[in-house]
């Protein structure tokens, strides 16, 4: 079992930078995968981005490449996106997730997900 936390969200201006971190509970956190998604305000959860158990293997979406960038701390049971040049369109829910699969968690199957951060930027 495994619970996830997301922070750092909040409202910034177009051109600004945001860290988010997803803090996880449980022993077990340096064997999953962890993923990134976000909802935008009606529209579909979609992926963001994606990072081996060892941090060796990291997936992008063609949208965010160059502009975001995700990291895990194993010692810190915590997961971070930071991006950069943020744009109104990255107006979204900021997701995390776990799972064993780092393929199932790029396809956005995961038994396990955090509540969310919004990320609110404006022009």
């Known amino acids: 079992q495994v619970q996830l936390v997301e922070s750092g969200g909040g409202l910034v201006q177009a051109g600004d930078s945001l860290r988010l971190s997803c803090a996880a509970s449980?022993?077990?956190?340096?064997?999953?995968?962890m993923g990134w998604f976000r909802q935008a305000p009606g529209k579909e959860r979609v992926f963001v981005a994606a990072i081996g158990w060892s941090g060796g293997t990291i997936l992008y979406a063609d949208s965010v490449k160059g502009r975001f960038t995700i990291s895990r701390d194993n010692a810190k049971n915590t997961v971070y996106l930071q991006i950069n040049s943020l744009k109104p369109e990255d107006t979204a829910v900021y997701y995390c997730a776990a799972d064993f699969d780092l393929g199932r968690l790029r396809g956005g199957i995961s038994d396990y997900w955090g509540q969310g951060t919004q990320v609110t930027v404006s022009s």
């Open positions: 449980g022993r077990t956190f340096s064997r999953y995968s």
